[in-house]
């Protein structure tokens, strides 16, 4: 057996290509399914079967459109209530891919009907004799959140993963990889998840702490204790995934003429900068906003989350970051952006004003801001909780655009955890026609500065 990962770094997932050198198994493919396809390719391999964990809240399947393209089983619970035809799966069921031998486990916990994939390879000489494919249930280092279905299941649901990561540890022998979908920055996560590239299920029953805490009701209050915030779009996901998305569209457009793009910044169409936000900060064009691209995990989740669902969007950049960022988009449902390609804000809307706003960093703040103005701190509230710049407001990034009438009056200096998020609300408060300072900073480098903060007790 051979295990071919393929990665979206900017949802921090994992789709999995699981093959015996003639058949193979897809696990959880994203929508733009030709990366997984190539590694098919490259590995010489037939897609025979495609496989769901569970209806995903984070991103937008490719398993339906993948499952049709290669005429291949597409295995998803039969208890998921879905628009299209898929082969029913039940807990215990098991089905062949070549001479690899897969069962189906009731995993509940992430979601209701959640499934974990146990894969053994009888060949003696194979390189791995036993995989399991875990998605939303138990992750490197913690497990998958269990909030996403409704507040009134969460804790139902905390017991169940308690109870599912166990059954999986049962299931399989200790040196099986362990190949989870989420854990890799999703939001999906939830708790203390590791960094670390690679596991098994015998490392994560020794160091996991939902395998390690004997007490399930202990697990349950620390693992609620640590829900913080998830992005709005995740609203849409399980919803269009249970229709069955439609294959993504990932051409670029033609460029948007010069006189279209001014006429959607004068009406206040959102028309995002995809350029460092250092450079847009300097010199962009009056009424864009800035969401850097190329920054890890940082655009497509932010995106999603601030700005309005399905409303006119416009990408301005240089063409392969605005085929990139279509790409990205695509996996969350945001199809078919328009684009206005170039690397020159001026040239491609010669007659909107250039504006710009000042950035400063950590010593900045200390030496240049005058007594009474505000700090910003837009990270989430959790991370504020546990240590802040003094007399710092605190409106997360993602409640920005409908508490900025909560604002004082007067310049504003704006951060974050890294510079990311901060250079997205100073774009955001500059639309707005509010003075704002980006501090282009981390915060961990805050208190060296000499900048005073205050911390949360220990527990």
Not at 31 to 48: F, S
Not at 105 to 124: F, I, Q
Not at 423 to 447: K, N, P, Q, T, W
Request: glycine share 8%.
């Amino acid at each position: 057996m051979d295990v071919v990962v393929v990665e979206t770094t900017q949802l921090g997932d994992r789709t999995y290509l699981v093959h015996d050198g003639a058949a193979a198994l897809v696990i959880d493919p994203q929508r733009d399914t030709d990366r997984v396809e190539e590694a098919a390719r490259a590995a010489g391999v037939t897609i025979t079967h495609v496989a769901e964990t569970h209806l995903h809240n984070d991103y937008l399947t490719g398993g339906l459109v993948l499952s049709r393209a290669h005429n291949a089983v597409y295995l998803v619970n039969a208890a998921d209530k879905v628009a299209f035809e898929r082969e029913p799966v039940v807990d215990g069921q098991m089905f062949r891919v070549g001479r690899l031998m897969v069962k189906a486990l009731a995993t509940p916990g992430h979601t209701h009907t959640h499934l974990a994939y146990v894969v053994d390879d009888d060949d003696p000489g194979a390189g791995v004799r036993q995989a399991v494919f875990s998605g939303g249930s138990l992750l490197y280092g913690s497990v998958g959140r269990t909030d996403l279905i409704a507040p009134e299941d969460t804790s139902e649901l905390a017991h169940d993963q308690y109870a599912s990561v166990r059954r999986l540890v049962a299931e399989a022998a200790p040196d099986a990889g362990l190949y989870p979908t989420h854990g890799f920055g999703s939001f999906c996560s939830i708790g203390p998840a590791s960094k670390i590239p690679a596991s098994t299920v015998g490392e994560q029953a020794a160091t996991n702490h939902a395998l390690t805490d004997p007490d399930e009701d202990h697990f349950v209050r620390h693992l609620l204790a640590n829900v913080s915030a998830y992005p709005s779009y995740y609203a849409h996901m399980s919803p269009l995934n249970a229709l069955g998305p439609d294959a993504a569209a990932l051409d670029v457009p033609e460029s948007v003429n010069t006189s279209e793009l001014e006429r959607r910044l004068e009406d206040g169409e959102w028309v995002v900068d995809l350029r460092n936000r250092v450079a847009f900060a300097a010199n962009h064009l009056l009424g864009s906003v800035s969401f850097e691209y190329g920054t890890g995990s940082s655009f497509t989740s932010y995106l999603g989350w601030v700005l309005p669902w399905n409303q006119p969007l416009t990408l301005l950049g240089p063409l392969d970051e605005v085929e990139k960022a279509i790409r990205d988009l695509a996996r969350i449902g945001i199809d078919l952006p328009d684009a206005a390609v170039g690397a020159d804000p001026r040239a491609l809307a010669p007659h909107t004003p250039l504006v710009h706003f000042p950035v400063a960093g950590w010593t900045g703040l200390v030496q240049e801001r005058v007594p009474g103005e505000t700090v910003l701190d837009v990270r989430r509230s959790d991370e504020f909780a546990a240590s802040h710049v003094s007399g710092a407001l605190n409106v997360p990034l993602h409640e920005l655009l409908l508490r900025m009438g909560e604002l004082p009056g007067g310049r504003i200096w704006v951060h974050c955890n890294s510079g990311y998020r901060a250079g997205v609300a100073a774009s955001l408060l500059h639309r707005a026609s509010r003075e704002v300072v980006l501090i282009d900073a981390h915060f961990h480098d805050a208190a060296d500065a000499g900048v005073e903060l205050t911390s949360a007790a220990p527990a």
